[in-house]
């Protein structure tokens, strides 16, 4: 059975702070040799734990100034997967969540300003199934993350994945 150890847990929390570590330091970090810590992370990478490495971008320092959450309501699930696929293919839109409670999905979006914030609103309106919209903006962040506090444990494989 696949299993995430304690090395694993180590080299994973590493990677999460900085992504550009080189294997050599984490190595050193790790106890282990450059070859060692080199095929643990292919073996991270082919189970589907590690999903890609990537740059964390200033969006003000490139003017896109808007966060925002946009619940929507979208009438029955038949159109809940034309509602993801849109979604999906919009650049200003980072997040897709099926949701309980009020609405039936959440979006996280960014935008330069106001006007192309009420211009994407116009077009997720205009899609087929959306009954409504709920916009809050977001005037301050104090946190935002994607790193996950990482505990050795059993891997998970789902069998579908969800829409």
Do not use: C
């Amino acid at each position: 059975m696949d299993r995430i150890d304690e090395i694993d847990v180590k080299i994973l929390t590493l990677l999460q702070a900085h992504g550009r570590m080189k294997r050599n330091r984490i190595a050193e970090e790790v106890g282990l040799s450059v070859p060692s810590v080199s095929e643990r992370m292919r073996k991270l990478e082919e189970r589907g734990v590690i999903t890609g490495y990537h740059a964390v971008v200033d969006p003000k320092r490139l003017h896109v100034d808007i966060t925002a959450f946009i619940r929507v309501i979208v009438d029955g699930s038949s159109y809940f997967p034309g509602f993801v696929e849109r979604a999906r293919e919009l650049d200003e839109v980072q997040e897709v969540h099926s949701i309980t409670g009020e609405g039936s999905h959440i979006l996280k979006v960014r935008t330069p300003n106001t006007t192309t914030l009420e211009r994407l609103l116009s077009t997720i309106q205009s899609w087929p199934g959306v009954h409504g919209t709920s916009t809050s903006i977001v005037l301050s962040t104090f946190k935002e993350t994607r790193a996950l506090a990482v505990q050795p444990t059993e891997l998970f494989y789902p069998e579908a994945e969800t829409v």
